[in-house]
């Protein structure tokens, strides 16, 4: 019994490992955070295997179900729709749980987004604070004052949905001339890093609605 962590490609299909693609393909099941979209990589490597959705609306209520299974002497893979499963994504819990039980958990490295980010950056990556999506409502201007006195790099994941409100809330807390970087479309085709100040990203953001598209990772620079 085993639970294998396995990145997925946050974009190119030709950034999973080899080591990767032979796991998915040895493992009783899958556990995925959307079925579909698995099923669609699963498609592309020419794999068939039983697919579980594991997601942040089940994962609370599906771990005690995941469990039972690696317990009979089953090997799970638990992938997220793109990257490494844990880093912003349902993989915690799941882990902790296996963790307590004495299962094996084996975690393989692989594709993330804030990783090439952060070095395409050119701002100091010898020690950075990652700070995943920030909280929508309750806590959000704390850590904004916080991330405001961080001498180190802080490293953000936005929506396209909120990426406006978060850069004007960057110049809010950060002042207009805080330089940053805001990489957009990691690995695809249109991939794209918008450098500047604060106010000059959003600005370009306003400028350019039709830029503002698929997930983005925010790099600013420490105090």
């Known amino acids: ?8 490609p946050i974009g ?35 794999i068939n295997k039983p697919l ?7 994962e609370h209520a599906g771990v005690a179900g995941v469990i039972k299974m690696l317990l ?3 090997s ?22 296996c963790v307590e039980q004495g299962i094996s958990v084996e975690t393989l490295p692989g594709a ?7 070095v395409n950056s050119g701002f ?4 950075f604070i990652f700070e995943g999506f920030l909280p929508h409502k309750k806590g959000r201007q704390t850590r904004w004052k ?14 396209p949905h909120r990426i406006v409100k978060t850069m004007e809330q960057a110049v809010e807390f950060l002042g207009e001339s805080r330089q940053v970087m805001l990489a957009r479309e990691l690995s695809k085709m249109h991939e794209q890093m918008i450098r500047g100040t604060t106010a000059e990203v959003l600005l370009y953001l306003n400028q350019h609605p039709d830029k503002v598209r698929g997930e983005m990772v925010l790099i600013i620079a420490g105090k």
Request: hydrophobic content about 45%; some cysteine; glycine content about 8%.
């Open 1 to 8: 019994m085993k639970l294998y962590i396995v990145p997925t």
């Open 12 to 46: 190119n299909l030709e950034d999973i490992t080899l080591r990767a693609i032979r796991i998915l393909g040895e493992v009783d099941g899958i556990l995925a955070e959307d079925t579909r979209n698995t099923g669609q990589l699963l498609k592309h490597l020419n």
């Open 52 to 58: 579980f959705a594991h997601h942040a609306h089940n």
């Open 72 to 74: 009979a002497g089953k």
């Open 76 to 97: 799970l893979a638990l992938v997220s729709d793109a990257g490494t499963p844990g880093i912003s994504d349902p993989g915690f819990l799941l882990v902790k749980a």
């Open 112 to 118: 993330t987004a804030f990783v090439p980010a952060l």
């Open 124 to 127: 100091p990556c010898d020690r």
């Open 146 to 159: 916080a991330i405001a006195e961080e001498d180190k790099t802080v490293v953000l994941y936005e929506s």
